[in-house]
């Protein structure tokens, strides 16, 4: 398994949410379960302004997170493309579709051409 390069993993819930991500960022995020030392993704997103309220919105779908604060919304989008090729796209992943971008930009996927 290739490595995320995010924060954790924390448990998903209300307090470990606002104990680890203190922040108001763009971001990247995996959501998934822990069995033994491995952490297993099986949800990938970014939030383009706020990870900390995205990351609510998935309380009680998953166990336990991990995520990383990105500069800019583009970045989290990046980065969140690089983990939904990573670990498996819409084929292992909940993820039923490839990360959109948002309407009026041109961002390109850095790993494939669905967007060409
Ligand atoms: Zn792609």
């Given at each position: 398994?290739?490595?995320t390069g995010l924060h954790g993993?924390?448990?998903l819930n209300e307090n470990s949410i606002n104990n680890n991500v203190t922040r108001i960022s763009p971001g990247a995020y995996a959501l998934g379960r822990i069995e033994?030392?491995?952490f297993y993704i099986a949800y990938v997103g970014r939030s383009d302004s706020d990870i900390k309220s995205r990351l609510k919105d998935h309380i009680g779908n998953y166990s336990y997170f991990k995520?990383?604060?990105f500069s800019t919304a583009k970045l989290a989008f990046d980065k969140e493309c690089e983990l939904y090729h990573d670990f498996g796209s819409?084929?292992?992943?909940?993820?039923?579709?490839?990360?959109?971008?948002p309407k009026n930009s041109n961002w390109e996927c850095p790993r494939c051409t669905i967007f060409d």
């Amino acid at each position: 398994m290739p490595s995320t390069g995010l924060h954790g993993e924390y448990v998903l819930n209300e307090n470990s949410i606002n104990n680890n991500v203190t922040r108001i960022s763009p971001g990247a995020y995996a959501l998934g379960r822990i069995e033994g030392n491995t952490f297993y993704i099986a949800y990938v997103g970014r939030s383009d302004s706020d990870i900390k309220s995205r990351l609510k919105d998935h309380i009680g779908n998953y166990s336990y997170f991990k995520y990383d604060y990105f500069s800019t919304a583009k970045l989290a989008f990046d980065k969140e493309c690089e983990l939904y090729h990573d670990f498996g796209s819409s084929v292992s992943l909940d993820n039923k579709i490839h990360p959109d971008r948002p309407k009026n930009s041109n961002w390109e996927c850095p790993r494939c051409t669905i967007f060409d």
